[in-house]
């Protein structure tokens, strides 16, 4: 390990055992006797050998080859974690073709906002069928409707029928997933990874010294600067955006090259989007560069806003973002809090503890607080919270609870679901 400022450099990265995820997956399915285990909500256990997650995939990828799929075809998966999605992922690899892993709907209050930003995701990255189980196809009408990929929407369990094989030859350079960002700041975007680069990670964790703060040293093959607003290196302990260069980076953003170009740098540095410093050989993250708030002209994490508030009474937990805003008539940012609410208290009770909280810490009292109904601050599909996406919908006036789906309600969506797809299969 060496470092020079605040510049980290890893070991040098072994060579791979194998040069393709379909290499090592067929590797693995011919001599490992290990396997995947699943574990359903009931806490039923079903276990899968890697022999048989390797000869299903080759029956799937055979049956995607049927209906069309070709070489460098993106394939949407929107599936549950089960034997079906790794049927769906290896096979979709094994055809040639590129796996795009979408969340199927879980909150079906909010069945409109997962329409629009699933259909934008089948869009955007041009997937040419949607694969998915019997039971998310019952929802999945109006994205698909939306976006019409041209082969379709079909279950695994109708792909995978018949006693055919595939195995399509691919190279380490060619894409092999395209994975969605959180989308915690901005709308998610499609990172695109090749087989390489996916093979790169060992998967080895490392304890570092600082486990609650530091997150360690580079892995293999791996370098991190912290650079400036000019994009000079900074010394250690001096806090700025970390950039990371590496092995096992994105390729950039699918079909969009203007947003490749503002996070990838010519010379394959990534701008990760993350603020932190290095401090005795060690990274340290402190935040988010799109959520820092500015408060007279001093940058505050929002972190530092919302961590006095998870034992504040009232407050549902881990349910408050703090916001910097400009209120109307005033040229400077102000600091905005808007808190679930847990419990029946009045709100300027609750409110004006918060106010407390975040002032004993911080030294800066809120401008503005509102408590919200619960469900009503907006998410990424694997939960954290959007800040950027409440500030725009307070601003807009838009920020409400999800809808209540009751049995009717559901029977209602799976039926206007039903005649999406009709509609959308008649156009394919």
């Known amino acids: 390990m060496k470092g020079a ?18 290499a090592a997956l067929a590797d693995t399915g011919r001599s490992s006797p290990l396997g995947l285990t699943f574990v359903d909500a009931s806490e039923r256990e079903v276990f899968m050998p890697w022999a048989d997650v390797y000869r299903r995939a080759k029956r799937t990828a055979a049956g995607l080859a049927r209906l069309g799929v070709r070489e460098g075809d993106r394939v949407a998966l929107l599936l549950p974690t089960s034997p079906a999605f790794m049927d769906a992922f290896f096979g979709t690899l094994l055809a040639g073709a590129v796996p795009v892993p979408l969340y199927p709907p879980v909150r079906l209050g909010r069945l409109e906002e997962y329409h629009r930003a699933t259909s934008r995701m089948l869009q955007v990255t041009g997937s040419v069928m949607v694969l998915t189980d019997s039971r998310v196809r019952l929802l999945l009408g109006p994205s698909v409707e939306r976006a019409r990929p041209r082969l379709g929407c079909h279950t695994v369990d109708d792909v995978s029928r018949g006693d055919d094989a595939l195995e399509a030859p691919v190279r380490p350079e060619a894409l092999g997933l395209i994975q969605f960002s959180s989308g915690s700041t901005v709308d998610p ?43 000079e290196v900074l010394a250690e302990r001096c806090v700025g955006q970390v950039f990371a260069r590496g092995p096992s980076l994105m390729a950039g953003y699918f079909a969009d090259a203007q947003a490749t170009d503002r996070t990838l740098t010519r010379d394959g540095w990534l701008d990760t989007g993350d603020l932190g410093f290095i401090a005795e050989g060690e990274l340290f993250l402190t935040g988010r560069a799109k959520d820092v708030v500015i408060i007279r002209g001093a940058n505050h994490a929002p972190q530092a806003f919302e961590e006095p508030l ?35 208290e009045a709100d300027d009770v609750v409110e004006e503890r918060i106010r407390a909280a975040v002032v004993e810490t911080t030294g800066v009292r809120p401008h503005a607080v509102r408590l919200l109904v619960p469900g009503t601050l907006p998410r990424t599909s694997s939960g954290k919270l959007r800040r950027a996406e409440a500030l725009r919908r307070y601003l807009a006036e838009e920020l409400a609870p999800p809808k209540k789906v009751g049995a009717v309600g559901l029977a209602v969506e799976m039926a206007k679901s039903a005649l999406a797809m009709v509609r959308a299969e008649s156009d394919t």
């Not at 400022?5 to 379909?22: D, E, F, K």
């Not at 080895?204 to 580079?218: Q, T």
């Open 5 to 22: 400022g605040a510049r980290l450099v890893g070991p040098a990265l072994p060579p791979p055992r194998h040069l393709t995820v379909n």
């Open 310 to 344: 998870q034992n504040v009474a009232g407050v549902r937990m881990g349910c408050a973002v703090a916001l910097g805003f400009t209120p109307e008539g005033a040229e400077d940012e102000a600091l905005l809090i808007l808190a679930e609410r847990a419990g029946q």
């Open 189 to 231: 975007k499609p990172v695109m990874l090749t087989h390489e680069a996916l093979l790169a990670r060992e998967g080895r964790v490392a304890e570092g010294a600082r486990a609650l703060v530091s997150v360690g040293r580079p892995v293999a093959g791996f370098e991190v600067e912290v650079r400036g607003e000019t994009g």
